[in-house]
């Protein structure tokens, strides 16, 4: 299995992260966010098991032990995620506590252990001003849960315990749906993200095995059109009634979103990636993480302090294009102080670790 930079993904990462910012700004209402964190599962899941296969093949050679594994894995994640994290959620829970209600404090030992994404989707019901992190929840249980499966799983098993690994989970998907579980709760279940990282997973294991139909154009106009339909689906359900099994959705996710991955890997030197090679969206990929950490509480505070619907009225303009207009500058110059300032330095930090993360 190649290892090494794949062209086109850092784009692709940050092209996910700024429509999560059009999203909570110019576009609510629709699923471009959703598809968007879809998209962060499926890259997770192909770089991350990436780094634990390879990581299980230098056990069966004799050249690390399980235990080291691990704890290389692990560090070297902790070291990349944790950092802006914990940062920014000590700035979120500071400014809430002094210029708001503090709202946040009562629920603080969730964010605290990754576990916020079980306490809106199965205990408040609801969304907040810092729960769009959420997806970050589900990537650490996937670290603690698979890392030492597929570390342990002989190396040849990977890509079944993959595919046995999306098929439960959409039957578990389909079974909570079918007794009544809200919307939100399988949304933001581990199981519905396990299914986009198992899908990633599947792509690094079987590479050289995709069909190149997959990666062709007709297939990614094709997957085109059903992102497009998909993002559209809250509004059809909204308007016309229109309702589908959550883990056809799921499903449907998964498999365009595939081919757009595909795509990107199979032609390097296409035309899709060339573009995604650009530099604003290789920048927006090296700072996509603290982009999507700060751009929603940037949203919120600049709602507070700053009179946007006066904006919107003296000028004409609609006031989710003022919206977005504040979020989005502000939110990657934040994003951008936080890469070079706090996360590059811990960065740095990894490389004294092995190459398990």
């Not at 471009?32 to 997770?44: P, Q, R, T």
């Not at 691990?70 to 959620?89: E, G, K, M, S, V």
Request: include cysteine; aromatic fraction near 12%.
């Amino acid at each position: 299995m190649a290892v090494g930079r794949y062209a086109g993904l850092d784009g692709l990462r940050g092209t996910a992260s700024f429509a999560v910012v059009i999203h909570h700004s110019l576009l609510m209402g629709t699923d471009i966010g959703g598809l968007a964190v879809f998209l962060f599962f499926i890259l997770s899941g192909f770089l991350i098991t990436g780094i634990l296969h390879r990581a299980r093949l230098a056990i069966e050679a004799g050249r690390t032990a399980v235990r080291a594994a691990l704890t290389d894995f692990w560090i070297r994640r902790a070291l990349r995620i944790f950092p802006a994290y914990y940062l920014w959620l000590g700035v979120f829970v500071v400014l809430d506590v002094t210029f708001r209600d503090g709202a946040i404090v009562p629920e603080l030992g969730w964010y605290l252990t990754y576990t916020q994404n079980v306490l809106i989707g199965f205990v408040t019901h609801a969304w907040g001003d810092f729960t769009h992190v959420w997806s970050l929840a589900v990537e650490q249980q996937y670290y603690v849960f698979f890392a030492p499966l597929v570390v342990v799983v002989a190396a040849r098993r990977h890509a079944a315990l993959m595919v046995a690994t999306i098929v439960l989970c959409l039957v578990a998907i389909q079974g909570l749906n079918a007794i009544g579980f809200e919307m939100i709760s399988l949304y933001t279940a581990p199981i519905t993200g396990f299914v986009f990282m198992g899908a990633g997973a599947l792509m690094t294991l079987e590479r050289e095995r995709l069909p190149a139909l997959l990666g062709s154009r007709p297939a990614l106009a094709l997957a085109g059109g059903g992102i497009v339909a998909l993002a559209a689906y809250p509004v059809a359900e909204r308007t016309v009634g229109f309702h589908l099994p959550y883990a056809v959705l799921v499903a449907a996710s998964a498999s365009a979103l595939s081919v757009v991955m595909i795509h990107v890997l199979q032609r390097p030197d296409g035309f899709t990636v060339r573009i995604l090679e650009t530099r604003p969206l290789k920048f927006l990929g090296l700072i996509s993480y603290g982009l999507y950490v700060v751009h929603l509480p940037i949203g919120v505070f600049a709602e507070r302090w700053l009179p946007l619907e006066a904006w919107s009225l003296a000028s004409g303009l609609p006031r989710n294009l003022i919206d977005f207009a504040v979020m989005a500058p502000l939110s990657v110059a934040v994003a951008a102080a936080s890469f070079f300032l706090v996360e590059a330095k811990f960065l740095a930090l990894k490389d004294r670790f092995g190459a398990a993360g």
